[in-house]
């Protein structure tokens, strides 16, 4: 009887360990049909002289340039069209929120790439605002779908820096 019991349980938890598998497997072929996605970043010159992810300034002069790298890598599983639209934004405090108060184009530009393959485009920004809580928005649209208004959320992924702005 001891025997059979044993069995039974080892019966059970075999087949636990099947669907459970099963159920991974499932989820994992899931995951990789919808993995497609894109990256978006934003690199500034280091004091080596290299590009770099960290140490963004944090002041722009009002009308000065300022280089920036985009960097932007396609993950779609297919080859991809993308607009990038650089804003600036200004925002003030209403009731203890920030609220965007004006938003302006600085810059756009296309690239399209292969699956795979990354896009890196060096341009100036030149802020028109002055203002303490200014922030640069990089915005990636895919297949050059830009809206009439551009912004954090009709884009398909978007980068942000803020900056004080001085005159």
Known sequence: MENLASERGRGVLVVAVMLVVASVGV????????????????????????????DYPTQLALGESQQFVVNVENHEQQPTAYT???VEQVFDFVDGERVLTEQRELD???????????????????PTIAGEDVRIVWLLYLDDEVPSEPSTANAAYHVHLWFEIIE
Do not use: K
């Open 27 to 54: 989820v994992g072929a899931t995951v990789q049909e919808n993995e497609g996605h894109s990256t978006v970043s934003v690199l500034t010159e280091g004091e080596d002289g290299e590009w770099v992810g960290n």
């Open 84 to 86: 990038v639209v650089v």
């Open 108 to 126: 756009q530009f296309e690239g399209e790439l292969a699956h795979e393959e990354t896009w890196t485009y060096t341009h100036a920004i030149s």
